[in-house]
Nanobody, 123 residues
Framework: QLQASGGGSVQAGGSLRLSCAAS????????MGWFRQAPGKEREFVAT????????LYADSVKGRFTISRDNPKKKVYLQMNSLKPEDTAVYYC??????????????????WGQGTQVTVSS
């Protein structure tokens, strides 16, 4: 399973760091991603990182503000969010691909999902 944490309420311009703890044995061979879903909107891609951590991809809306990283020995993936905007308000989900699979923007690439953590950014 995947357990996301670190959400909260901040003012615009603030920062939050989300964490996702994985209990799957094959974590180090899985690509990891973050997605978000705002009220009344579809879930959307935020960022992803390859299983070795050497390749990352970001949504244009967060590029330059968010950073995804992973710690394979700790079985964790992180999302550092800086310069937060009210439009970043959403429930954030972490997700994992099958072992040795490619990463990308499409939700269908991921077969494990966490329960989500709420991020609220006020203006």
């Amino acid at each position: 399973q995947l357990q996301a944490s670190g959400g909260g309420s901040v003012q615009a311009g603030g920062s939050l760091r989300l964490s996702c703890a994985a209990s799957v044995r094959t974590f180090s061979s899985r690509g990891m991603g973050w997605f978000r879903q705002a009220p009344g909107k579809e879930r959307e891609f935020v960022a992803t990182i390859s299983w070795k951590g050497g390749s990352t991809l970001y949504a244009d809306s967060v590029k330059g503000r968010f950073t995804i990283s992973r710690d394979n020995p700790k079985k964790k993936v992180y999302l550092q969010m800086n310069s937060l905007k009210p439009e970043d308000t959403a429930v954030y989900y972490c997700a994992a691909t099958p072992p040795a699979a490619i990463v990308g923007r499409e939700m269908a690439l991921y077969d494990y999902w966490g329960q989500g953590t709420q991020v609220t950014v006020s203006s």
